[in-house]
């Protein structure tokens, strides 16, 4: 119970840093950064099991990684939504996103 505390005390942790990181990047204009950034609030907020916020930070990390045409991105954030919608029990939804995630790696070659 202890360790399982502790774990979730780091991610609401995690969160506080990548909220920081995320004002800086945003006062910066770093769009890289702040697609990242937001994948990794949206894994914590996941872990958290605050899915409905997972959601909007990944569909927010999406549009920027299209934006930036990150394909690596992209394809991580489709897939981490088929991961949400999959948790959602939503499982009519979560086959098309792991398929075009999939599709996206490996057109770009990027299968790691």
Known sequence: MER????????QKSLEYFQQCLEIQTDLHDKRGI?????NI????????????????Y???LDLFEELNHVKGIA???????ILYKK???IDKAPCYYEKSLKIAKDSGNLS
Do not use: M
């Open 4 to 11: 399982g505390n502790n774990l979730l005390n780091n991610y």
């Open 35 to 39: 697609s990242a950034t937001l994948n």
């Open 42 to 57: 949206a894994v914590a907020f996941t872990q958290l099991d605050q899915n409905d916020k997972a959601l909007k930070c």
């Open 59 to 61: 569909l927010k990390a």
């Open 76 to 82: 991580a954030a489709i897939g981490n939504i088929g």
């Open 88 to 90: 959602f029990r939503e």
